[in-house]
């Protein structure tokens, strides 16, 4: 991979509408022909000063948490194979955690133990690595990636994070979106997000309204469309 990459992608293996930004901007790499580098950035990082027992659905501590344990294991497999190998063990993570029964809770310590052997074998990697799901020396590793990422775009964002054309281009959090679009599509949009975020006034253009994204986790197929949620601050929070 070369030192300036057409995009740099910052993703949290736990993070629903990461996964489809990166499932289109695959579209686009593809049709584009684009060196993509794929970066880390950790939910359970981001919100390390939230009291999640007050500002979050129940289940948010624990995913967050599981991804953190994820992204250890990615640090550990770009250290030892080089930041390539992170285009093939992401996507070998994440669809095994959005495409699955929603009965299934693949975050859950023992399943997701399972699905991380799964990963790294798909993704050609020794079976050693998931040891570092557990090693906490991994963090100081991601929170640096993290704090890569939070520079270039402020503290008030989530995931995910791109950087087109760096080191000089534009960097911002999102797009967030609740479909994969078709490849025809996916070329538009990149095109009209890339020149939006590109514009140098540009600051922010956001709604709350979100529709629940379409992966079978989430009990959505992909003929169907999400229920529409009203997210504050860029979540579900419960603001007891």
């Known amino acids: 991979m070369s030192e300036t990459p057409d995009l740099r992608f910052w993703f949290d293996p736990v993070c629903p509408f990461a996964w489809l930004?990166?499932?289109?901007?695959?579209?686009?790499?593809?049709?584009?022909?684009?060196?993509?580098?794929?970066?880390?950035?950790s939910l359970r990082l981001l919100n390390a000063h939230v009291d999640y027992d007050t500002h979050f659905p129940p289940e948010y501590e624990a995913g967050h948490t599981a991804g953190l344990h994820l992204l250890r294991v990615c640090a550990a497999a770009r250290d030892a194979r080089g930041p390539e190998v992170l285009a093939e063990l992401y996507p070998a993570i994440s669809s095994r955690i959005f495409d699955a029964d929603p009965a299934e809770d693949p975050l859950r310590p023992t399943r997701g133990r399972e699905v991380l052997a799964a990963a790294l074998e798909q993704a050609g990697l020794p079976a050693e690595l998931a040891a570092a799901y557990d090693e906490d020396r991994w963090d100081a590793t991601i929170q640096a990636d993290t704090d890569e990422a939070l520079a270039l775009t402020g503290k008030d964002v989530g995931t995910p994070i791109l950087h087109v054309a760096p080191p000089e281009g534009a960097a911002f959090f999102g797009p967030v979106i609740s479909r994969v679009p078709s490849d025809e599509d996916a070329l538009r949009l990149w095109d009209h997000v890339v020149g939006l975020a590109t514009f140098p006034g540009f600051a922010e253009m956001k709604r709350s309204l979100r529709e629940l994204p379409q992966l079978r986790a989430l009990g959505v197929a992909e003929d169907e469309v999400g229920r529409t949620e009203d997210w504050h601050a860029g979540s579900r929070r419960l603001k007891k």
């Open 21 to 41: 930004t990166s499932r289109w901007v695959r579209s686009v790499q593809r049709q584009r022909d684009y060196e993509v580098e794929w970066r880390l950035i």
